[in-house]
């Protein structure tokens, strides 16, 4: 499996609208989902066809089969470096977890109060028998802190799209005039960001696509990489962007995810070790410790229900684990995690799509296993493909053991 690394710059606002049930007003998301990006390439591919696609043809196998390319969101890459500037980043796009904290009167990272992340003391904490109710250094009360952030050398920066409306009226077509009664707004994300020094708004993004498909899909995007639309209001001249590509490998191995789970545990030894001034009878079981987290929203379903947690059967089945699992091979140990609703527009179909419970992305879903050694090659299968349904689409991207999680409070960012 190969990956297409896609920067895209926007040249006109961008109405990428999310419709929340029993609501009029359609808001703007803060990135790009991956299923915008999916229908409109697909529907560039579609214009270009000189016959209709068939079954077992490349259209189905880049877009309908079971082993479809993955569209994954496009991110916002531009990081507010002080107060109005911003400047694009050359680092990765990161997401927090819903477990990174900063302080309520002054949030934000250095050289604000800086944010920290809680999910190994607050585990410490309640097998130790104590409440975790956590604060910063200077005793200052702390809430959760979202959002992308990038990470250049020592430095950490905050990555944020700003947003503004467009207030539109309907035409009467018989009289060409303004409509009575029908005055409506869009929000759109801004196609620049700063207003002393401007710059293009820009997101990061990347197709996983298979090895015989690679190359035709790049060289498509490349030859018509000024012509793409996003979002809503094409006809009104909004959703122009230019799509810039690369063409990398995509390799995910088992030593990699094997190195950052053992990192993981062995920081949550570390701690658990200064936990125990509280309580040293408690000894820290022999187990392997990992994080699974959303790096997208996620369509979860257990028992044909919709659910918001990963539970140890369910990770088994994403993994492809057919032996029995109890709480000695995987268990859930703790889950932060928190729902929202998702709908969309097929333009295919011209209907809109079924409203879907989701998973927000940025939970965490701590685990322990006592076999290690069987984990780590399933896992790192599984997160280039995600977990759930839709992960075509962009939805159900995770990230295992992500490094945020060892920002303790002492070395807040």
């Known amino acids: 499996m190969k990956q297409i690394v896609l920067t895209i710059t926007a040249k006109a606002p961008l109405a990428i609208g999310q419709r929340k049930p029993g609501g009029s007003v359609s808001e703007a998301m803060d990135y790009i989902p991956g299923t915008v990006i999916r229908g409109a390439i697909a529907a560039g591919i579609l214009q270009q066809a000189q016959q209709t696609p068939e079954p077992g043809d490349q259209f189905h196998a880049l877009l309908v089969d079971e082993t479809a390319a993955i569209f994954q969101n496009a991110y916002p890459a531009i990081a507010q470096v002080d107060e109005g500037q911003y400047q694009p980043s050359s680092g990765q796009i990161r997401l927090l977890p819903a477990t990174a904290l900063s302080s309520k009167t002054n949030p934000g990272f250095q050289p604000k109060a800086g944010v920290f992340d809680a999910l190994i003391d607050s585990f410490c904490a309640g097998e130790h028998g104590h409440f975790y109710e956590p604060n910063d250094l200077k005793g200052d009360r702390v809430e959760p802190f979202k959002g992308f952030y990038s990470q250049q050398g020592d430095h950490y920066y905050s990555h944020a799209i700003s947003k503004r409306l467009l207030t539109r009226v309907g035409i009467n077509r018989r009289r060409a005039t ?236």
């Not at 207003?195 to 708004?201: E, F, H, I, M, N």
């Not at 050694?373 to 790192?380: D, K, M």
Request: hydrophobic content about 35%.
């Open 178 to 413: 303004a409509e009575e009664n029908i005055l409506y707004s869009l929000e759109v994300l801004n196609e620049t960001q700063g207003k002393t020094s401007p710059q293009p708004s820009i997101y990061h993004s990347a197709i996983l696509v298979a090895d015989d498909l690679a190359d035709p899909l790049h060289q498509f995007i490349r030859q018509h990489e000024r012509s793409f639309r996003l979002g809503g209001s094409n006809s009104r001249g909004l959703g122009h962007v230019h799509i810039q590509t690369e063409l990398q490998d995509s390799l995910v191995d088992a030593e990699a995810i094997k190195n950052r789970v053992e990192q993981f545990t062995d920081k949550l030894r570390e701690r658990w070790s200064q936990w125990s001034v509280f309580n040293s009878s408690k000894q820290m079981p022999d187990k392997t410790y990992f994080t699974l987290d959303l790096q997208s929203d996620a369509i979860l379903t257990e028992n044909w229900r919709r659910t918001m947690v990963i539970s140890a059967e369910m990770l088994s089945q994403f993994a492809h684990i057919d032996s029995p699992i109890d709480d000695s091979i995987l268990k859930l140990e703790m889950a932060y995690s928190s729902y929202d609703y998702r709908s969309g527009w097929n333009a295919a179909w011209g209907l809109c799509k079924d409203v879907e419970l989701v998973t927000k992305m940025g939970s965490v879903f701590l685990f322990s296993t006592n076999n290690p050694e069987q984990w780590c090659e399933p896992l790192a299968r599984l997160e280039p493909r995600g977990v759930g349904d839709r992960t075509s689409e962009g939805y159900g991207q995770i990230k295992i053991c992500d490094n945020f999680h060892q920002m303790f409070r002492e070395v807040a960012a």
